[in-house]
Nanobody, 117 residues
């Protein structure tokens, strides 16, 4: 059974940093596409950062230069390093993995990031 567990969210002042982690069981991140999404109050869910099985990364324009997605295949964990946080980054952040062999998406329950001004 595939499970994704996010951690690392919290309350931080503008300009601060957080690192989110997504630990997986039942699936190998290194062989599958994965990404971080967020949903802020009153807004649609959006892709923040993604990484392909080949290592290609992409970012939302709003976070380029501030956020970095990375993988640790040995630990089967993906990370989102968030620097220079802004109040508009406040959202629930979810980890998602798409199993390449089935096309099935798996989602974590999310971790809340709150950035105060």
């Amino acid at each position: 059974q595939v499970q994704l567990v996010e951690s690392g969210g919290g309350l931080v002042q503008a300009g601060g940093s957080l690192r989110l982690s997504c630990a997986a069981s039942g699936i190998t991140f290194g062989a599958n596409a994965m990404g971080w999404y967020r949903q802020a109050p009153g807004k649609q869910r959006e892709l923040v950062a993604g990484v392909s099985p080949g290592g290609t990364t992409n970012y939302a324009d709003s976070v380029k230069g501030r956020f970095t997605i990375s993988r640790d295949n040995a630990e089967n964990t993906v990370y989102l390093q968030m620097n220079s946080l802004k109040p508009e980054d406040t959202a629930v952040y979810h980890c998602k993995v798409r199993a390449v062999y089935t096309g099935v998406d798996y989602w974590g329950k999310g971790t809340l990031v709150t950035v105060s001004s």
